[in-house]
């Protein structure tokens, strides 16, 4: 229900005890973001996120409410200069502490034709790429190269009624490996 929906981004964010890497890996194949990273604005609601994703992307609802729960997903209202409002699925980077650090927004709309919007927020930092935690401690981490590749390894797992909580899935959120360097660094 919409209700629930709410009350669950409105939870407060999902923390394991996480031993801090000494050092992130020093990023090696792209430059540093050069501008500075705001978390885009969030919609009223997340209907047309819910309808896209479950009923078009064909994820488990339970698997996108436990990610807006751990504060890893959103739906993101732009108001253009001519007023139109544009709503995307907004996923977000954490680093090891729960500090949103950047965010991936896919448009939902129908493109007619033309290519969907996927982007990077701007200012974005990659370096610990997005995070699906599995519950308790896991001990095994799936990789993906993005982060609905993640979501929808979870949701098959769901569909065939194994516990798809039982892992961490990242996304490296390309081809970078750093992600991973520093997964491994903070969960040795």
């Known amino acids: 229900t919409l209700a629930g929906e709410r009350e669950l981004v409105n939870s407060q964010p999902v923390t394991r005890p996480q031993s801090a890497p000494s050092a992130p890996v020093p990023a090696a194949d792209h430059a540093p973001a050069k501008a500075s990273f705001r ?3 969030r919609a009223d609601n997340f209907k047309m996120m819910f309808a896209y ?3 078009d992307r064909g994820l488990q609802k339970e698997v996108v409410q ?19 409002v544009l709503y995307n699925a907004t996923f977000v980077y954490q680093d090891p502490s ?10 939902m709309a129908d493109t007619e034709g033309q290519a969907p919007y996927k982007r990077d927020v701007p200012g974005s930092d990659k370096r610990w790429g997005w995070l699906l935690a599995g519950q308790g401690s896991p ?3 799936a990789v993906f190269e993005g982060a609905i590749d993640a979501a929808s390894d979870a949701s098959l797992a769901a569909m065939k009624g194994a516990d798809w909580r039982n892992i961490d899935r990242l996304s490296l959120e390309g081809l970078s490996i750093q992600p991973l360097q520093n997964y491994l660094t903070a969960h040795p």
């Open 53 to 55: 994703l479950c009923a």
């Open 66 to 84: 436990e990610m807006i729960r751990q504060n890893r997903l959103y739906q993101s209202a732009f108001r253009r200069p001519d007023g139109k």
């Open 39 to 41: 978390m885009p604005a």
């Open 139 to 141: 001990d095994k981490v």
């Open 98 to 107: 729960g500090k949103p650090t950047g965010a991936f927004q896919r448009g």
